[in-house]
């Protein structure tokens, strides 16, 4: 589940906290489910993921990860990336782009406190994306940390992301095939209307 929090009332805001909430009720499983794409300038790789968007906090898109991984060295290096999420149940589309920053250590401490132990050990336990033996030696040191390590202090190497979309489009799935896109791009300030033939 997405947490909203103060939301933004702008339009594409309003629009897609609408198709949540109608994805919501329709029983969307993995809602909260966004892909994110990022390019590395150093690999010259575009690599995508997905990760659970956590909270939406006024114009904030905001999910969690890990400081060393491959996405934090790309985004590092490139801070644009695009983002999508598709609801089967209501067979919706919706693409953005933005600039991507990290959220604060305040801000990482205080929801990293507030999150299960379990959950914590997870993320401190786990060097994400790097080489091990087994997968017997990630349960291991899941377990050594679920033991030995302090884990109600967020680590340096953990926290979370903050998007701010300068660029959404809707799309809306028809039986006619005849499907809906409507865009909204961010230019000066404002908020542009547009419509894409399908
Ligand atoms: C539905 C779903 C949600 C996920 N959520 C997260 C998440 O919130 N944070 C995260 O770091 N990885 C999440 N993952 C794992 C990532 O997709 C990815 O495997 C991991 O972050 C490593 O990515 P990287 O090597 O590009 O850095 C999720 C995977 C799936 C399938």
């Known amino acids: 589940m997405t947490k909203f929090i103060n939301p933004s009332c702008e339009i594409p805001y309003k629009k897609?906290?609408?198709?949540y909430n109608h994805a919501f009720k329709h029983k969307q499983k993995a809602i909260d489910a966004v892909c994110i794409s990022s390019y590395?300038?150093?690999s010259n790789e575009v690599s995508s993921r997905y990760v659970n968007l956590k909270f939406i906090t006024n114009d904030e898109f905001i999910f969690f990860s890990n400081y060393d991984s491959p996405k934090a060295s790309s985004?590092?290096?490139h801070s644009q990336i695009a983002a999508l999420l598709y609801w089967p149940s209501i067979d919706v589309q919706i693409r953005m782009q933005a600039k991507i920053k990290k959220t604060s250590n305040k801000y990482n401490q205080k929801y990293?406190?507030?999150?299960?132990?379990e959950k914590n050990a997870l993320a401190i336990s786990s060097k994400q994306s790097k080489l091990?033996?087994?997968?017997n030696q990630v349960k291991e040191n899941y377990n050594k940390s679920l033991k030995h390590d302090d884990l109600k202090t967020c680590?340096?190497?953990?926290g979370g992301y903050s998007f701010t979309p300068y660029y959404f489009e809707f799309w809306g799935g028809h039986e006619s095939r005849l499907n809906k896109?409507?865009?909204y791009e961010k230019i000066d300030d404002n908020w542009k209307h547009f419509i894409l033939q399908p």
């Not at 897609?16 to 198709?19: A, H, L, P, T």
């Not at 680590?155 to 953990?158: A, N």
């Open 16 to 19: 897609f906290i609408e198709y």
């Open 40 to 42: 590395d300038i150093d």
């Open 75 to 77: 985004f590092n290096s």
């Open 112 to 117: 990293f406190f507030n999150r299960s132990e």
């Open 132 to 135: 091990i033996d087994s997968y």
């Open 155 to 158: 680590p340096d190497f953990w």
């Open 181 to 183: 896109r409507e865009v």
